[in-house]
C-alpha cells in the first residue's frame, strides 16, 4: 500500500473513531432553544380562556399578547453528547450554557421542575395584583413562607406557612418588600422579624448570614411567596408551564380584559418579563430564544424587559420591534402611543 493510501486510511480511522468519541462523551452543557409562545388573550389546550375572570365585567378584546418560552435539551441524567453541543454552538437559534445555569448544583431535574412551577403559580398572583393595582383596585396581600432551609438561621424559628408582618419594624406586604427590606442588611447583621402563626404576631431576632455564590448578600435562609385577597376571581390555565417570566403578558392580559377597547389595536404583540405585586417588570433569561419564538409565530413587536434591552437589541430577528418595557404602567403607555399614534415609545438599544 501506497504512503498517500495508508495516510487516508488511517485519517479515515481517526475521523471515524473522533466521530465514535465524540457522539457518545456526555458535556455538562444544556442546549437553549426557542420554545412555544401563546396568546394570553386566546384559548388553551382545553379550549377555555387562558385567563378567565369571573365577577367582574369583562369586554371584548383582539390580536395577540403572547407570552413566550424556551426550550432545552440536557441536564443531569440526559446530557448531551459532544457533536449536538458543538452543533448548537454554531447555530445561531441555539444557545449552548453551562449545566448549573439551568440545574443548579444540588439540585435535582425534579427539584428544579417543581421551583418553576411555584414560580409560575407565584408570577400569577403577582400579575393579578400589578392589573388590579394599575386599575386602582384595592389588594390585601401577605407573605407566607414557603419553606425553611436547613441549618440556615431561620431553620428551628420559623415555619411553613407563617407569615411575615414586618421586618425590622418596617411592614411587609409583599415578597418584594421583605427583600427590599433584606438588601439593607450585610452577612453578620441582626435581623428582626415580626411573624404571624395561628393569629397570634411574635418577634423574633436572626442573624443574617451569606449564600455560598453571594458572599455579600444577606440572607436568613427562607422561601417565601405572595397571598392576595382578590375582590374577584381570576384564574389562568397554561397548562405545562413554569417560572416567572410570563407575569408582564399576564398581567397586561388582564387589563385587556378589564377595560374597553382593546391595548393592542389587533397588533401581534409578543413579550416577556417578570412582574412583581407593583407593577415592575424584572429581567428574564434566553432573551434571543424567546424573541425568535415571538417572531416565527408572527409578532411584529416584542416588549423586552429594561434590564435585557442592550442584549435584546443585538440579536433581534429582522421585522421584530422592541419596545422597552421597566413597568407595567410603561407597558400599558407604549401600547397605547403605538395604537393611537401619539406619543413616544422607548424603544430597546445596544450597548
Known sequence: MSRRA???VVTSVLILVLGLIGAVIPVPYV???PGPTTNTLGKNDKGSP?????GRQTYPDEGHLNFTTVAYRGGPGNRLDLFTALRGWLDSRTAVVPEETVFPKNESVKQVEQENTQQMESSQQSAVAAALTELKVPVRGTVSVDSVQKGMPADGRLRPGDEIVAVDGTRTGTVSAVTAAMGGHRPGDAVTVTYRRGGKESKIKLTAVAPKAEPSR???GIVLHDRFAFP?????TVGDVGGPSAGLMFSLAILDKLTPGSLTGGRFIAGTGTITPDGQVGPIGGIQQKMIAARDAGATVFLTPADNCAEAA???PKGLRLVK???LHGAVASLDSMRTGKGAVPA???A
Open 6 to 8: 495508508t495516510t487516508l
Open 31 to 33: 442546549a437553549l432553544t
Open 50 to 54: 387562558l385567563v378567565q375572570i369571573d
Open 218 to 220: 444577606a440572607v436568613i
Open 232 to 236: 374577584f376571581k381570576v384564574k389562568i
Open 314 to 316: 443585538g440579536a433581534a
Open 325 to 327: 418595557a421597566d413597568s
Open 348 to 350: 430597546c438599544r445596544k
